[in-house]
Nanobody, 118 residues
């Protein structure tokens, strides 16, 4: 059974950089064809895909967030991470790490609430 668990600060200040880690168990992040995504949901809004790191280490980002977003991985720890810079209150959301394959999102973490406030 694949499990994903997000970790990181629940409260960050405007202009700071958010760093989140997703720890994966039950499967390797280097297994062929799987992609490891970050998705968020702001209050009253739908899901927003932020970025992905694939099994081979390649990355892709939502164009609207690309200038502020970085996704990386630590294969020795079977973790991947998100960094989002220049935070504003509009970045307040529940952040999810998600395993995908093709056009399907197969496994989701439970999500972590991040609030941007001074």
């Amino acid at each position: 059974q694949v499990r994903l668990q997000e970790s990181g600060p629940g409260l960050v200040k405007p202009s700071q950089t958010l760093s989140l880690i997703c720890t994966v168990s039950g499967g390797s992040i280097t297994t062929t064809y799987y992609a490891w995504n970050w998705i968020r949901q702001s209050p009253g809004k739908g899901l927003e895909w932020m970025g992905v790191i694939a099994y081979d280490g390649s990355t892709a980002y939502n164009p609207s967030l690309e200038s502020r977003t970085s996704v990386s991985r630590d294969t020795s720890k079977n973790q991947f991470s998100l960094q989002l810079s220049s935070l504003t209150p509009e970045d307040t959301a529940v952040y999810y790490c998600v395993r995908g394959r093709g056009y399907e999102y197969e496994y989701w973490g439970q999500g972590t609430q991040v609030t941007v406030s001074s």
